[in-house]
């Protein structure tokens, strides 16, 4: 009687750690800026002379699908390129051309919507839309650190 219940109280405990898991959403990487931090984040790109990629995604989301390819832009993109966070909230502080790519068929309807952008002349660059396939994804992520020759 006890081995029941002791592997039902584990079952339990796991059953609550994957509910708890699979409900949280993600924080941001010390490294990517949120969108009232854009004017640091564009005179930084400006002289550093890297991307400026604006990714639209719900940091609060239940799903692990968007999750997992928003860390995915921002991980790939370490180092190589300023990313902005961008929430719905934010829509009155993000740049018109942004919204308008954003909102393009190119960007998809699914989040995460990612959008680079040249710092210097404000031209969008590229848009990704949400890939499912991760090595696909990974792949189109990669392309953004050649946008802008060094």
Do not use: H
Not at 34 to 51: E, H, M, W, Y
Not at 56 to 75: F, H, I, K, P, Q
Not at 93 to 114: C, D, E, H, L, W
């Amino acid at each position: 009687m006890k081995q029941v219940l002791r592997v039902a109280c584990v079952m339990a405990c796991v059953v609550m750690w994957w509910v708890g898991v699979s409900v949280a959403g993600f924080s941001l990487p010390p490294e990517v800026y949120r969108i009232g931090s854009l004017k640091d984040a564009q005179a930084k790109a400006t002289s550093t002379n890297v991307p400026l990629v604006f990714v639209y995604s719900d940091e609060n989301t239940s799903c692990g699908l968007a999750r997992t390819a928003t860390l995915d832009v921002m991980g790939e993109l370490r180092g190589s390129a300023l990313v902005i966070y961008v929430s719905r909230n934010d829509s009155d502080r993000i740049p018109q051309y942004v919204i308008k790519a954003m909102n393009s068929p190119a960007a998809g309807r699914f989040i995460p919507k990612t959008v680079a952008v040249n710092p210097k002349t404000g031209q969008v660059e590229m848009i990704i839309p949400y890939i499912g396939d991760r090595n696909k994804r990974i792949e189109e992520i990669r392309k953004i650190k050649t946008l802008i020759p060094r």
